[in-house]
């Protein structure tokens, strides 16, 4: 269990900012910068002191943090706003902006923090993560060292995604991928399916393993028979499918579903007249000859109001009380299946 942060003197920030105690205490109260008397260049130097010490507990300092401005800090931990990225993260940010819009709070986007080897830093120097009341979290991989900080300093916030990463009472909103991904597999059953393959990318994030157990799980108990293909080994299913019987194949994006119909399309097997197909993620937007995948809806814009609903919950809340509340939902996508490329799976 993390130690609760200590709370830092006015005295130890006077010492690292090279001025006396009284400049820290004015410049604690006097958030706006009126009082003409202290020089920006000192402020700055408390500021930092601050922030380097970690003094965010402590009220006076939260008034100088902005804590009570009524702002959202919004980090991603790769890029977000990429053409590749939007797909994923373009309803996501959607649903912030109009919850935060509904509730009269400002989203303040963090990209001062560098991409390095394909990653940002949440508590890198130039992020002004201190300058918000919380903050949501963004991503298919996070830090688990950064989680337990935030959840050790008590700093408000919440991830959006389930997270693995460590065993911190980490708050977050995420989708259930299990139960959709079982709903869609018993249609296929019931439609006489026996044999199948699942396309996938050999990612290891929470929600590639929760697809993976449900195949798997299908497999073991004997209602789907699943052999697992890696994203490379595309350009063979026509011959996997027709070595092993498979009459539907499965694929973890919809990306990747895309790419499954034009393989099998080039090799001349009909889908869904010859085989079945479908994602187990987002299809919305994702069409392949005019024809819409079958696949999940995701609510992602009810998963962003959830976020903010549950930053706003620990915000007013105090820390010593976090325990006591519900900090981790799960939100069930819809299986969408009518008028879709593979109707012969999935119509009744």
Not at 167 to 190: C, E, F, G, R, S
Not at 285 to 298: D, I, S, W
Request: charged share 25%.
């Amino acid at each position: 269990m993390p130690s609760k942060p200590r709370r830092v003197t006015q005295r130890e920030i006077a010492e690292i900012a090279g001025v006396s105690q009284t400049t820290v205490s004015v410049v604690l109260n006097d958030r706006d910068g009126k009082n003409v008397r202290i020089p920006a260049e000192t402020r700055a130097r408390v500021k930092q002191a601050i922030e380097e010490l970690t003094y965010v507990a402590d009220p006076a300092a939260r008034r100088l943090a902005g804590l009570d401005n009524q702002i959202i800090g919004l980090f991603t931990y790769e890029p977000a706003l990429s053409p590749e990225s939007m797909d994923f993260y373009g309803p996501l940010l959607n649903g912030l902006e109009r919850a935060a819009e509904q509730v009269g709070w400002d989203l303040l986007f963090f990209t001062s923090s560098p991409v390095e080897n394909g990653a940002r830093s949440l508590f890198h120097r130039k992020t002004r993560l201190r300058l918000t009341d919380g903050c949501v979290l963004l991503g298919q991989q996070m830090v688990a060292s950064e989680l337990e900080r935030l959840v050790a300093e008590q700093f408000p916030f919440v991830a959006i995604g389930r997270r693995d990463e460590t065993a911190a009472a980490v708050p977050y909103v995420a989708i259930d991928y299990i139960t959709p991904a079982n709903k869609l597999m018993d249609q296929a059953v019931a439609q006489g399916h026996q044999q199948a393959l699942y396309v996938h990318r050999g990612t290891d994030t929470p929600t590639a393993r929760d697809r993976r157990v449900a195949v798997e799980a299908a497999s073991a108990e004997g209602r789907l028979s699943f052999l697992l293909v890696g994203e490379e080994r595309i350009p063979e299913l026509p011959r996997l499918a027709q070595a092993t019987g498979a009459t539907v194949i499965l694929g973890e994006d919809a990306f990747l579903t895309e790419d499954v119909v034009h393989s099998l399309t080039a090799a001349g097997i009909g889908v869904p007249d010859e085989i079945s197909v479908a994602a187990l993620a987002e299809v919305r937007g994702h069409r392949v000859e005019g024809r819409a995948l079958a696949g999940f809806h995701v609510p992602r814009e009810r998963l962003a109001a959830e976020a903010l609903d549950l930053l706003q919950l620990l915000i007013a809340t105090d820390p010593n009380e976090w325990h006591t509340l519900e900090i981790r939902r799960l939100l069930v996508a819809d299986v969408r299946s009518s008028e879709t490329i593979v109707p012969r799976l999935v119509q009744s």
